[in-house]
């Protein structure tokens, strides 16, 4: 099972919304409605932001949200604030009943 | 509060084995399925692997590249998960977390992480 496709890195100002995007195949991303989104801060463990596609646990900011289309998951953060410099992984559960991540996307804010 | 905490991370030689712990708390272990995942430092997350519940007879499940490299065991009594990890090269260096997702809750948890260094 391949890793999942993602943008090596974004930016964007404070204020902004920006879209990280995340693909598989239908055998992952594509066939199944259990994709998630971590945050990673230097030196912490993963944070889940984003569960089910579009679920947020309890206490997660609003400003982050899911998406998807085929085979293709999105990670839209709007607002962009200075402490959600990290890094983001997908995440999708795939047709061998394993779990695969992305290769990840370091956000950069101006 | 649940808490997972990983432990017995180490310095070891290429081709060695080594074996990780996690105990857990806060939460019914007992049927929770609990998973591994690593990060090398600079790359990114993988998944090994989880291991279910008694009931369904401690099911397996590993990552394609993880296979006989890995294996997952639990006792129930102790609340722990370990992760057998054998043959180790360079390239396993990292590391080591056990997560585990909590229906109830919405939302999984993560240990903070045991370091494994392979070197000579």
């Known amino acids: 099972q391949s890793a999942l496709t993602q943008t090596a890195s974004v930016s964007g100002s404070p204020g902004q919304s920006i879209t990280i995007s995340c693909t598989g195949s239908s055998s992952d991303v594509g066939g199944y409605n259990s994709v998630s989104w971590y945050q990673l801060h230097p030196d912490k463990a993963p944070k889940l932001i984003i569960y089910d596609v579009t679920k947020r646990p309890s206490g997660v900011s609003n400003h982050f949200s899911g998406s998807k289309s085929g085979n293709t998951a999105s990670l839209t953060i709007s607002g962009l604030q200075a402490e959600d410099e990290a890094d983001y992984y997908c995440c999708s559960y795939t047709s061998s009943s394993t779990w695969v991540f992305g290769g990840g996307t370091k956000l950069t804010v101006l | 509060e649940v808490q997972l905490v990983e432990s017995g991370g180490d310095l070891v030689q290429p081709g060695g084995s080594l074996k990780l712990s996690c105990s857990a708390s806060?939460?019914?272990?007992?049927?929770?399925?609990m998973h591994w995942v690593r990060q090398a430092s600079g790359k990114g997350l993988e998944w090994i692997g989880q291991?279910?519940?008694?009931?369904?007879?401690?099911?397996?499940i590993y990552g394609a590249s993880m296979k006989g490299k890995f294996t997952i065991s639990r006792d129930d009594s102790r609340n722990t998960v370990y992760l057998h990890m054998n043959s180790l090269k360079t390239d396993d260096t990292a590391r080591y977390y056990c997560?585990?997702?909590?229906?109830?809750?919405?939302?999984?948890?993560w240990g903070q992480g045991a370091l494994v260094t392979v070197s000579s």
């Open positions: 997560k585990v997702w909590l229906g109830e809750l919405a939302s999984d948890y």
């Open positions: 806060g939460f019914t272990f007992t049927v929770s399925t």
């Open positions: 291991i279910g519940i008694k009931t369904n007879n401690y099911p397996t």
